[in-house]
């Protein structure tokens, strides 16, 4: 695997964990109990901040904030996608529009518990149920580069 | 034959007569090395020792065998600054100068341990001749004769260097050890007649 | 997954979890050439410690009402623990037998230089390249680490590993991207919007992305190569070269091959931009007026070697070297294939348009860390007279008192070393044999040059405090 792609995966699979575990605290703090990993949740503010700016970009044309690569709102789209909450086919400046006021939702939500303040359950529950869905799509894809596989020589030959 | 002195060896490092084909000793890390009629040398870095537990005997006339033996037998390690290499009483290890020689063909040098370690038990270099013309850095052959442990450290003055003028100037052939850099492993093979000596693995005479 | 399950998948992770510290305890044992792998194992046990105290944790808070939730912390545990494994692989190359130990020194050196407080491993990979792991944004201790990989088959070529040089600089570039990304991406997107026959628009931010990043590798690369350049000069083209030969000068960047660009490419802009080399042909240059205007760095280390009649066979054999670059990098057959792929085409546009600006600042960074090559450039006609000699370049002796020496530049080790080479290389007479025996010594003394460099550094360091301790009563 070529250096730049076993770097991607890192990326993939340390992102598939913070939406795992943000969905965890959330799912903590809606069954009452305090918030124990305040830095995974300012992660994925951070993701999801990233994802955003994308969003923005793609939607408007505001590149200002976007100062790194379009993975964070590749991999939104992808979820969104296969939530069912954006249809497939091809996909409008306003989809991106819809997707980033959803992304903005959530990250403010995301803040909200950082600062202590209480967001409504149904957003709360919004978020749990994105992040799930981010973990297991990242994580589904990691798993298949993470571990090795068997192949025959034939296939080595023509690496 | 005559021994070179302090003047001597810095004339022949130096002199402009010897532009083609000088004295080199690099590095020299401190010029107080160079002594009345001698160069303190110190330790390197690297070290092959053998491991006893991994061959039955080492029969240098069995040619095929002897590599694999060696290979098997002797571990190259490097100890890095301030680390300690042990060499255990009645123990051999190969090690290296850090200085590298470049011995002109008028001259020829002879490896003598420093009579300090000496007294600790410790034997160097015991093919102690460096022929003119020699280029690399000087395998010492490290005996623990005493009957305690002794801590060795890379940098360490370990031997000294004695030069000598030769009667008429000699041609070096590098074939068997070029240029080498650290300790080298034994070339014993490398003799032409060793394998005659040897009588078990002498190829038969051809049959008419 | 029902309780018996979970709990078989906890027994498995906690298995693999005791399993790689039993493993990274034992790599604590080895011998490493210095000590950044025994930090990089202490932040690796760590890392296992947060991954159990997590997994504890989990299972206190969700079991027995939430298992789906337990189910997925313990598989996202497990997966960050195998995406752990192949650091085991590189600690087991890092061991001081399987790494160029005498050039681990000045490769640390270099790189705390260009970035102070820098954590590199370095070890070997089977894999036939260079390669630099790092974390662009580092959220936890392990990733302070960079991990550097030489190829293993090439552990005793030093004239390759000035490479290593190009690696370097892959962490440094990261202000770069953020300064440029929202003007690149918005002109990229433009352009993209714009193509006659765009490839499927149903996800435009995914064909974004990669153009963007087919760019992003692309300047990266040449910004490392540029790098290299400044630090080592003609040697680092030399090594750039000797090591392209055995691949496609003209090969397309691709999905498949990381978007490297064409080493032909590579090179002409490392020539034009470093070494201010015309990339134009003479017939061109001369209806430009730009014929014989100026004297490029190379030239001048060749005017230089010229000086001395010892030294002057070098001066030809660098000019001689140089027009054969010259004449291949005048060739474009490695802009076909990108010019016929609209994507790529895109991409490479904007390449040129922030060569400029990458130049600048990748010239900025070396500048500000004193190392570049042009600096020293008068010790090569001593280290190649050393070399003459089959005298290791390690040293600058004084021809009048023996014993005052200097270190050279690791600059000028190599491009002295790789000189010499190239004039073995040319020797008419010389079999594949000698011509091989001879590399192999030209390349043990120039790692012996390097080592006694380092040496006579930690030498003179250490020899000042020792004289001030010995004055104490």
């Known amino acids: 695997m070529p250096i730049a792609d076993r770097q991607i995966l890192g990326e993939l699979v340390d992102c598939a964990d913070i939406a795992v575990r943000a969905a965890g605290q959330l799912q903590l703090f809606m069954i009452g109990k305090p918030i124990r990993d305040r830095q995974v949740l300012e992660r994925v503010a951070e993701f999801l901040s990233a994802a955003e700016a994308g969003g923005i970009f793609m939607s408007c044309g505001d590149s200002a904030n976007l100062h790194a690569s379009l993975r964070p709102l590749n991999w939104a789209v992808d979820t969104r996608m296969n939530e069912g909450g954006l249809e497939q086919g091809e996909f409008k400046e306003t989809d991106y529009q819809s997707l980033t006021e959803y992304l903005r939702r959530m990250r403010s939500t995301v803040e909200d518990l950082l600062e202590g303040n209480r967001p409504n359950n149904a957003a709360i529950e919004e978020c749990m149920r994105f992040f799930d869905s981010l973990g297991d799509d990242l994580g589904t894809r990691a798993d298949q580069h993470v571990r090795g596989t068997s192949l025959p020589c034939s296939s080595l030959a023509s690496f | 034959m005559s021994i070179l002195t302090h003047d001597a060896i810095c004339r022949e490092m130096t002199s402009p007569d010897r532009l083609d084909d000088p004295l080199v000793i690099t590095p020299l890390l401190d010029a107080g090395q160079i002594g009345q009629s001698s160069v303190d040398v110190r330790l390197g870095h690297q070290f092959i020792v053998l491991q006893r537990a991994a061959v039955t005997h080492i029969d240098a006339t069995q040619r095929e065998q002897l590599q694999r033996s060696l290979h098997r037998s002797q571990h190259q390690t490097r100890v890095s600054l301030h680390e300690q290499f042990i060499i255990h009483p009645g123990q051999l290890a190969l090690g290296a100068t850090i200085e590298y020689l470049s011995v002109p063909t008028h001259l020829a040098a002879t490896v003598e341990g420093r009579s300090s370690w000496g007294r600790l038990g410790l034997i160097i270099a015991t093919a102690c001749n460096v022929d003119p013309g020699f280029k690399g850095c000087i395998t010492l052959e490290l005996v623990n004769s005493g009957e305690a442990p002794l801590v060795l450290y890379p940098g360490v003055r370990i031997a000294q260097l004695v030069f000598h003028l030769t009667d008429g100037t000699a041609k070096y052939d590098k074939g068997k050890y070029d240029c080498p850099i650290g300790p080298q492993f034994s070339r014993i093979d490398h003799d032409k007649e060793i394998m005659f000596w040897g009588g078990a693995s002498c190829p038969s005479p051809p049959v008419s | ?473």
């Open chain 3, 1 to 473: 997954m029902n309780k018996p399950l979970i709990t078989r998948l906890q027994m498995l992770v906690a298995f693999e979890l005791d399993s790689l510290e039993k493993r990274l305890d034992q790599a604590r044992s080895f011998h490493y050439p210095s000590a950044v792998a025994v930090k990089f194992i202490d932040s690796l046990i760590e890392e296992l410690k947060q991954q159990r105290l997590q997994i504890k944790q989990a299972i206190s808070d969700f079991l027995p009402e939430y298992p789906q939730r337990v189910t997925n912390e313990l598989r996202s545990q497990h997966r960050l623990l195998i995406n752990k494994l192949t650091c085991l692989d590189s600690l087991k190359n890092a061991q001081t037998q399987n790494v160029p130990w005498s050039l681990v020194p000045s490769i640390e050196r270099i790189a705390s230089e260009l970035s102070q407080g820098s954590q590199l491993l370095t070890t070997c990979t089977y894999a036939l390249n260079y390669s630099i792991r790092w974390y662009p944004t580092p959220k936890s201790p392990i990733h302070q680490f960079s991990i550097l990989q030489l190829p293993i088959i090439h552990k005793h070529n030093a004239f390759l590993h000035l490479l290593i040089g190009h690696e370097l600089f892959h962490p440094l570039l990261q202000q770069f991207f953020v300064t440029q990304t929202p003007s690149v991406v918005a002109r990229l997107k433009a352009a993209i919007s714009h193509l006659n026959q765009p490839p499927a628009k149903n996800r435009l931010d995914k064909l974004v992305e990669f153009v963007r990043y087919a760019w992003q590798r692309a300047i990266e690369e040449l910004m490392c190569d540029m790098g290299c350049a400044i630090l080592f000069g003609p040697a680092a083209v030399f090594a750039s070269i000797a090591f392209q030969m055995g691949s496609n000068l003209d090969e397309a960047p691709s999905s498949d091959g990381s978007f490297y660009p064409p080493p032909r490419y590579r090179i002409r802009e490392v020539m034009h931009r470093v070494f201010g080399e015309s990339v134009i042909g003479e017939a061109e240059q001369f209806h430009a007026g730009l014929e014989g205007t100026a004297t490029t760095p190379i030239q001048k280390l060749a005017a230089l070697l010229k000086e001395d009649e010892r030294t002057s066979w070098a001066a030809d054999i660098l000019s001689e070297h140089r027009e054969t670059i010259l004449r291949e990098i005048r060739k474009n057959d490695d802009l076909v294939p990108i010019n016929q792929n609209p994507l790529l085409k895109t991409a490479y546009e904007e390449v040129q348009a922030v060569l400029p600006d990458a130049w600048n600042y990748i010239r900025q960074i070396a500048t500000s860390a004193g190392m570049v090559w042009l600096s020293t450039i008068d010790e090569v006609p001593f280290l190649l007279r050393s070399l003459e000699l089959l005298v290791p370049p390690g040293e600058i002796r004084d021809t009048k008192a023996p014993g005052q020496t200097k270190s050279p530049s690791l600059p000028s080790i190599a491009i002295a070393t790789w000189l010499y080479q190239l004039k073995c290389e040319a020797s008419v007479d010389a079999s594949l044999e000698q011509a091989m025996k001879s590399y192999s010594r030209c390349c043990r003394l120039m790692l012996k040059g390097f080592e006694d460099v380092e040496l006579r550094r930690e030498y003179d360091a250490g020899k000042d405090a020792f004289q001030q301790m010995e004055q104490l009563p």
